[in-house]
């Protein structure tokens, strides 16, 4: 048995590896892509601050749930923008107010593509951010320096768990549905004045934040993918510091945390796990049904050995598992009996196949210029559903 969890751990440490190498490419390629409309009226717009953009970003991602991600995006990124322009330069000071404007947006041409839910998230964050100047950096940030001497392995969760209190407590519950919205209206401005109760009470908010963090709600996708974003996308990770005030902040925010972030669970990193991970799991009695969770308990397991991968990464599989998986392309994948090598041609200064063909990135080839995990045959027969 326990020649057999050397092997486990060992293939662990392989398929850790090679999802760091694609979490590398992933966002390599940013330096390629084309701009986007969110990038064109968003994120490059010179006439809105780096709080504005940040904040567009996530109502936007507030909305990115039950729909094709590229064309809500590009349908919500001029009608969040215009949202955004009213909210700053108009004088708002009661909810009534924010409720009022909101509903401009809920329907007719400037209608945000989303669920009630989401309408109601997007109302809730912008009544509770008029308490911090409008300004979701500074919400997000104004303790970090504070948290990462305190709690230095963990200061990131509490940021998560500050901006569930800011969108989403309570709100898939409570209007679900337009009728369930309106029903439950005193409800959900209960829970928002709750909410800033616990925002504002440092005791409060650390004893709230202990039960979020050892139940199911820490795991919220839309959190940890806005997070990521933050910390990794090369362009909003530098708008995001930009608009942080406070040097003690933003120092804080450039050093190294990404170990923190958690797995934007998705329906294919769970096709993923299922394939790849949870018999390894199940060998090494790591058991849990969140698949997330249990991708980070593995992780604590193996972390020593391979310092440059981290949860977060497994990310990757919302590209790789619908090319690879869904078409069971078992024969040309990296976890495959063949791994990558019928399709790993090295090609000084071409795109790298492995990556376009595993999850679409468009990367630069390195060749026999350098080492390469694919080209030693890392991760190879790694999958047990590919060996059934």
Known sequence: MENLKLND???L????KIISWLDGKRWEKQQIEKPDTFSEEILKADELQPTQKILA??????????KRADVLWESNSPKVRKLIIEYFSRVLSKKEQVTELCKRYEEGENKIQSFPADLES???TLILLLEYDKDIINFMTKRVSKWKISYPENFCPRIAFSLYLLSYKDVGSFAKKNELREHNKDKLN??????KKILNDDNKFEKEFQEWYKGDKRWHKRIWAALRDYKKHKLLSEVFIEGIKVKVNQDAWRENFTEQLEVPGDIWNIRFFENCIKPFAENM???GKNASRVVRNLWKKIKSKCPQSYPEQFDITVDFAPRM????????????????????????DKCCPVALICCGYIVECIGNKGECIIKEGIGKGMCKHELK
Request: proline share 4%; aromatic share 12%; charged share 30%.
């Open 9 to 11: 751990e060992k293939a």
């Open 13 to 16: 440490i392989e398929i850790f």
């Open 57 to 66: 970003h996530w109502l936007i991602y507030i909305t990115d749930r039950g």
């Open 122 to 124: 997007i109302r809730r």
């Open 190 to 195: 209960e829970s928002m004045e709750e909410a």
């Open 285 to 287: 009695n790591v058991r």
């Open 325 to 348: 998986c869904n078409k069971k392309f078992c024969d040309i994948c990296p976890f495959g009996r063949n791994g990558a090598e019928f399709i790993c041609i090295p090609n000084n």
